[in-house]
T-cell receptor, first 114, second 111 residues
């Protein structure tokens, strides 16, 4: 049972345009959501996160939006750059601040074309 | 610099062999995790440990074993009971504020 789903395995975007990566979840106990970026043969690196008490968090070119009623979150990258090309994982956790473990989606491979 | 070191980077295993993947951290983190990455399936949790001498099964623990004798070390053994061990294995640790740090991974291939 996949509790965190990224239904688009890949996304291709032109440099300078917006990239929108989507993530859906099923567990209403999730209270913290994170996005990780991963290059081939490397470990994931933290990108941005959002608590369930917020609906938006912004960090430079990266913004994460959370829609709790739809159990959906999205990552916006504006403007997209070729260096953003990587696999992006959405992750969620119940009771995050009490040590809840992360559950990852399948990942979306983003390709930003020059 | 503090971080997580996984070794080896590449590992080849013959059918029926046990192999052990190393994970060492110098971040003074209590919690450590092992994930497995397969194409199209994201990262799946194998085992985790919240504290020394304690560990719990994750979602796909069958065919794997771990130990946590020291805070810094959380080795993963892939046993012959694991029927499809070829994958990319990632170790992570977590600080008290909740941040995860990942190692650079070990790619295990059965030959």
């Amino acid at each position: 049972d996949q509790q965190v789903k990224q239904n688009s395995p890949s996304l291709s975007v032109q440099e300078g345009r917006i990239s929108i990566l989507n993530c859906d979840y099923t567990n209403s106990m999730f209270d913290y959501f994170l996005w990780y970026k991963k290059y081939p043969a490397e470990g994931p690196t933290f990108l941005i996160s959002i608590s369930s008490i917020k609906d938006k968090n912004e960090d430079g070119r990266f913004t994460v939006f959370l829609n709790k009623s739809a159990k959906h979150l999205s990552l916006h990258i504006v403007p997209s750059q070729p260096g953003d090309s990587a696999v992006y994982f959405c992750a969620a956790s119940p009771y995050y601040n009490q040590g809840g473990k992360l559950i990852f989606g399948q990942g979306t491979e983003l390709s930003v074309k020059p | 610099d503090g971080g997580i070191t996984q070794s080896p980077k590449y590992l080849f295993r013959k059918e029926g062999q046990n192999v052990t993947l190393s994970c060492e951290q110098n971040l003074n983190h209590d919690a450590m995790y092992w994930y497995r990455q397969d194409p199209g399936q994201g990262l799946r949790l194998i085992y985790y440990s919240q504290i020394v001498n304690d560990f719990q099964k994750g979602d796909i623990a069958e065919g794997y074993s771990v130990s946590r004798e020291k805070k810094e070390s959380f080795p993963l053994t892939v046993t012959s009971a694991q029927k499809n061990p070829t994958a990319f294995y990632l170790c992570a640790s977590r600080n008290r504020e909740g941040g995860y740090t990942f190692g650079s991974g070990t790619r295990l291939t059965v030959v």
